[in-house]
Structure formats: structure tokens, C-alpha cells
């Protein structure tokens, strides 16, 4: 059975507690170990597609099509894994779970109880994720010690650590330590606190993660402190991690104390080499002097930067390959409505239009996508960002002036963007996503092919409008290339412009198959179409 490692976070969220996991990940696997990671969310939604991304990040979707936490984005970034639906679960699907048996009968009369039926629960999701070949599951509890939703996991986890026995488990816990300006020291009560509430639900951590601002200081004293109140073993279970300026250097800082060494010894797991040379080289030049490339993501959601983390990732890795930083502003589309496109974007080097659904914003989007047909800007759309252009298109271009999709226009004389399933649609709205995997065959002398260097790929969806082929002839008469289709299916996958410097948009979303390492060809075109625009921009 594969060796278990709970983390779980207190006094605040937004610790990093996904970093932290993500991180402790990819430092066992640096080490030879076969590594799996679930993230289990304690509140009440079946999945977080129905949630707006402006309260709680973007929706992650897995290869198989399920809609996740964004967490399971840095999973895959930090471990290069592709995880499946195993990876993340709800009190929601538990409790689906659990009252669908009810309801078949399963329970045999049985009075359904928080404990035992909803815990076992948990725990069977739990344990569906050890393997013959894997060595550690990490499972990352969401949300804050204390939270009422968050009970019923605890206690699963305190069940599960008695049944995994001594040396077969570790629980990290993850905490913040505040700095007092006016006392010019770190205050180390309350992790002390929020370790006595772990205590009282029967829980003892074996590790304290203290997560600090950028440049704070966490003495041998304070280390001591924390281990002696906090009952570790030792001050080195104490491990400091700061702010970084870079997300990808926590693996390092954690390293550096140790972490990874700790946790192998203390489960017992061969202490293979480590060599972190090619992930501190890429550390070493994101934190170099490197020149600037200027993107805009013209989306909706911009008050939460988290709403598009994993195209910002993508956008980052692309640059980084060009050997760049990326700045990148997330700009509301509602102000193309107001402010003329050349006043907002004439700063940008080049234009992402990211996913979305719904109509705020929309005439904003496609005043984006003409802005950077008319003006020749570096533009990459993605999923609603290829059906904005695809309208503006059958607009200005074909003279289609009411073109619309059905989303935002059901009655449009020209649906250029069109539902499959109406019928089916009117039923239950979630039957009808095309959701993860998906084939798309690129044509030959396509700008897209020439990127992915293969005719055959496969890329993950989350849509349920698609490019209406009555209008495919027109459009390509018209000069529009469709350079990627899906051939069962007969779906339109990407488009792009010839005498365009970069004009390609895409029906799904590479921002979910990036890696720090391997940046995705549709985002490495796009950055350096973009940093090609830089002395362009700057003439304007
Ligand atoms: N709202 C559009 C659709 O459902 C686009 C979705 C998206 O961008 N993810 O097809």
C-alpha cells in the first residue's frame, strides 16, 4: 500500500498550501518516488464548474473531462502528471455519493450518520488513491482548520491514520506566521493555536509549514518555540516558507531545510539522490534580469488574478522559453465597451481573449479580436476567445453585422457560433459540455501545424457552443483559414489569419497542458509573435 502524507492549513487560507503540496511533490519524485496527489475540498458544490471563477479561481479541467480545483493546475505544472478524476472530491459528491446508495437501498435501514457512512466515505476516497505503483499520495485537505465543512475530513483522516499505523502516514500542517510591525517580531500563537484545534479533533502534526511575508525572518528561536508548543520531534520538522518572487522556487526553499529528507526518513522511504540542477536553472532565470514582454488577458473576471492562473502560467512559460518575463495585466472587456480598444491596448505587445461564458462583456471581446485583426497585434484566443473572433469576423469582414452566437443572441438571423444539442441543452445544461480530451487533425501548411510540428493532437475542452460549418465555405472564401478539425465529430478546433503576424485562436484550452518545462507551441508562437511586436509598439 503506498504511504500517505495529509496537509492541511490554518489561522487563514490562501496559504499556498497547493504550492506547499505541489512542491513537496515534485522534491519526492526529484527523488525517484512514484507520486500521486487528491485534493479534497470540504465545501458543499458537487464540483467547482458552477462556480464563479471570481470567488474561487479558475476551473481546472483533467484530461477525462472533469471540472477541479485550480490546485490540481499546479499539481500537474509542478509534477508534469496528468491526473484524472480520482484527483479532487467534494462533501458534495461524497455526499451525492452516499445518498444515491441511500436511495438504491444500499444502507440496509441503517440510520445514515457524518460518522461512520459520511467518513467512510472520504476514506474510500482516500484509499482509491494508493497503488501497486505508487509510493506516496498526497492528499491536500482544502479550506481552514476549524471550518465547520471541513470536520467530517479530519475525522476521516484521524479513522484512516489509525487504520495506516504508525510510520505509514505524516500530516504536514500549514500555518502563517504574522510579522508585528509595531513589536518588530513574528508571532508564533497562532500556529500554537491552530495546532491545539488540530489536537482537540485528535490529530498531531508531524511537520509545521510557517508560511511568512517576503524577507521575514523565522529564528532557531522561534523554530524551537514552535516545535516545543506544537509537539515535533525536532526544531528541523519546523519549516519556514516565505514569500518568493516566483512560485516555482518553493521546491527549492523547501529543499533547502530539508523537507523532502524529513519526510522520507520519518515514512521510512529510500533516500534516493536528489538533483534539482535543471529546476534551480530554471528558478535561476526567472529571477534574472530579463527583458519585458507586455500581454493583456481581456477577460471578465479581473477581480481575482487566480481566474485565469493557468493561461498567466502558460503565458509565463512561453516567455520564459524566449528567455523574457512576462507583465501581464488582466484588463475588463466591459471597458472596450466604454473607451476606444487603441486607448486600453496600444501598451500590449499582444492580446489573449481567455475562456468564459456568459453575455457581460462580450462586445468588448470583439472589439479585441478587431482591434488585433485590423492592427496586426499578436492576438491568441482561447475557447470563447475563437468564438468572439469568429463573430467579429462574419461582421466587419463578410458583412454578417448581426452575427452572433446563440449564447448571447438566441434569435440571430446568423448563429456563426451555434449549440449541437438544443433539444438536450433545455434539459440539463451539463449534459451538453464537451468536457477534456478531444482529437483535432491539423491541415498541412497551417500556421498551427508548423507550431505543434505533428498533424494529430489532442487537446481538453469545456464548452458547449461550437463554429457553425453552414457558414465554414463563406468564412474561407472570405480569407479565413480553419487550420485544426475534429474529424468524428466534424468540429471546428482552431482558426487562424494568413497576412496576420499571429491570429490563432483555439475551440479548447492548451492553457491546461503547459509545464514550466515544456511550454505549449500555441502560447510559445504567440509570446514570441509578441516579443517580435515589442519595438512596434513602442513606435505607436
Ligand atoms: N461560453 C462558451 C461556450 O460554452 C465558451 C466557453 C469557454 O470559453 N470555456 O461554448
Known amino acids: ?56 479561481g479558475e476551473v481546472f479541467v483533467t484530461q477525462d473531462g472533469c471540472e477541479t480545483d485550480l490546485d490540481i493546475g499546479h499539481y500537474e505544472r509542478f509534477l508534469d502528471v496528468d491526473f484524472d478524476h480520482n484527483c479532487n472530491y467534494t462533501s458534495g459528491k461524497i455526499y451525492s455519493s452516499i445518498i444515491a446508495k441511500e436511495r438504491r437501498g444500499e444502507f440496509l435501514g441503517a440510520t445514515i450518520q457524518v460518522v461512520p457512512h459520511v467518513t467512510s ?8 488513491a494508493s497503488r ?5 499520495v498526497i492528499i491536500e485537505i482544502g479550506g481552514t482548520v476549524g471550518d465547520i465543512e471541513g470536520l467530517a475530513f479530519l475525522e476521516a483522516i484521524r479513522q484512516f491514520e489509525r487504520e495506516l499505523k504508525v510510520g505509514n502516514y505524516l500530516h504536514i500542517h500549514c500555518t502563517l506566521v504574522p510579522y508585528l510591525e509595531s513589536a518588530g517580531e513574528v508571532k508564533t500563537k497562532p500556529t500554537q493555536h491552530s495546532v491545539k484545534e488540530l489536537t482537540s479533533l485528535g490529530l498531531n502534526p508531524d511537520i509545521i509549514v510557517c508560511r511568512t511575508g517576503k524577507n521575514i525572518e523565522l529564528s532557531d528561536h522561534n523554530k524551537r518555540k514552535i516545535a516545543m508548543f506544537c509537539n515535533l520531534d525536532e526544531p528541523e520538522c519546523v ?7 516566483s512560485i516555482y522556487e518553493v521546491p527549492l526553499v523547501l529543499n533547502r531545510q530539508g523537507l523532502d529528507h524529513i519526510v522520507c526518513q520519518k515514512l521510512g522511504l529510500p533516500l534516493g539522490n536528489i538533483n534539482l540542477s535543471n529546476w534551480k536553472n530554471m528558478v535561476d532565470t526567472i529571477n534574472s534580469d ?13 477581480e481575482v488574478p487566480d481566474s485565469y492562473i493557468s493561461v498567466t502560467e502558460a503565458i509565463k512559460h512561453a516567455a520564459l522559453k524566449n528567455r523574457y518575463k512576462a507583465h ?57 476567445g475563437m468564438q468572439v473572433a469568429v463573430i467579429e469576423f462574419a461582421r466587419d469582414v463578410m458583412g454578417l453585422k448581426d ?19 438544443e433539444q438536450k441543452f433545455i434539459q440539463d445544461k451539463g449534459a451538453t459540455m464537451r468536457l477534456g480530451n478531444y482529437k483535432c487533425h491539423l491541415l498541412d501548411g497551417t500556421l498551427a501545424r508548423r507550431l505543434y510540428g505533428m498533424p494529430n493532437i489532442i487537446e481538453r475542452h469545456r464548452h458547449r457552443y461550437e463554429f457553425n460549418n453552414n457558414y465554414a465555405d463563406s468564412f474561407v472564401k472570405n480569407g479565413l483559414t480553419i487550420s485544426g478539425i475534429n474529424d468524428d465529430k466534424n468540429l471546428v478546433e482552431i482558426i487562424e489569419y494568413k497576412d496576420h503576424p499571429f491570429f490563432v485562436a483555439s475551440q479548447f484550452h492548451p492553457e491546461f497542458k503547459s509545464r514550466p518545462y515544456k511550454p505549449h507551441p500555441l502560447f510559445v508562437g504567440f509570446v514570441t509573435q509578441a516579443i517580435g511586436n515589442i519595438k512596434k509598439t513602442k513606435i505607436n
Open 121 to 128: 466515505e472520504i476514506k474510500n476516497c482516500m484509499k482509491s
Open 239 to 245: 519549516i519556514h516558507n516565505p514569500d518568493c518572487s
Open 403 to 421: 452575427a452572433n452566437s446563440t449564447e448571447f443572441d438566441p434569435n440571430t438571423a446568423n448563429p456563426v457560433i451555434h449549440i449541437m444539442n
Open 132 to 136: 501497486e505503483d505508487i509510493d506516496v
Open 328 to 384: 501581464i495585466d488582466i484588463i475588463s472587456s466591459e471597458d472596450l465597451e466604454v473607451m476606444p480598444a487603441k486607448d486600453i491596448l496600444k501598451n500590449y505587445n499582444g492580446i489573449v481573449v481567455p475562456g468564459g461564458f456568459g453575455s457581460r462583456g462580450i462586445e468588448g471581446k470583439i472589439l479585441t479580436a478587431k482591434y488585433c485583426r485590423e492592427n496586426k497585434v499578436p492576438y491568441l484566443g482561447l475557447c470563447l
Open 1 to 56: 500500500m503506498s504511504k500517505y502524507i495529509f496537509v492541511t492549513g490554518g489561522v487563514v487560507s490562501s496559504l499556498g498550501k497547493g504550492i506547499c503540496a505541489a512542491s513537496l511533490g515534485r522534491l519526492l519524485i526529484e527523488r525517484g518516488l512514484r507520486v500521486t496527489i487528491q485534493k479534497l475540498d470540504p465545501y458543499i458544490n458537487v464540483d467547482p464548474g458552477t462556480m464563479n471563477p471570481a470567488q474561487h
Open 290 to 302: 530579463l527583458p519585458t514582454v507586455n500581454i493583456a488577458i481581456v477577460g471578465k473576471y479581473t
